[in-house]
């Protein structure tokens, strides 16, 4: 009997070994991606059967796109001027939000004095206290995001607050615009 003994190569057999484990968790990775990706739950948009809309307003109610998304969720009267609060607003902007916004014209963030004229009350208040928030949910807060490129800052601003700020805008007075 003549048999021919053949060497145990033990580096040949750990690469099969590695090249099978390879091929195992390669495909285990793509199936739990394909079912990842699957499962990825059921569209609000077929439910309400627009979905462009959902898209364009990610779920939010209409008082939220009118009026933003944050603390004050009633809609802010204005009413006539209060000089007393306008003044109290103008140091409160002056503290916490010159360094990114200007009264008349544009610097880190929009110029705040025309910003009435654009938006309601309700939906500054928002943005002031719920920047974050707005900007991410929000689809002209995200508008503003792309366009400034520098997100606002919490500053930590109360109601109260945040309505003497708003009774300040009220009293800045825009130059007017060359043609």
Not at 86 to 114: D, L, W
């Amino acid at each position: 009997m003549n048999r021919k003994i053949l060497p145990y190569n033990r580096q040949s057999t750990l690469n099969s070994f590695f090249t099978m484990k390879t091929y195992v968790m390669t495909a285990l990775s793509i199936i739990a991606i394909l079912a990842f990706t699957a499962c990825g739950g059921a569209d609000e948009s077929s439910d309400r059967g627009d979905s462009t809309a959902n898209q364009s307003t990610s779920g939010l109610t209409d008082f939220e796109m009118e009026h933003g998304i944050g603390p004050v969720n009633e809609v802010v009267e204005l009413g006539e001027l209060d000089t007393s609060l306008a003044e109290e607003g103008k140091a409160i902007f002056n503290a916490k939000c010159t360094a990114c916004h200007k009264p008349t014209e544009r610097y880190i963030g929009p110029a705040v004095g025309e910003v009435l004229e654009r938006r309601s009350a309700t939906y500054t208040m928002n943005m002031i206290m719920n920047p974050d928030e707005m900007t991410k949910k929000h689809p002209e807060g995200r508008k503003m995001m792309q366009e400034y490129m520098s997100p606002m800052p919490y500053q930590n601003v109360t109601i109260e607050e945040a309505r003497a700020i708003v009774e300040y805008f009220r009293t800045i007075e825009m130059p007017e615009k060359e043609n």
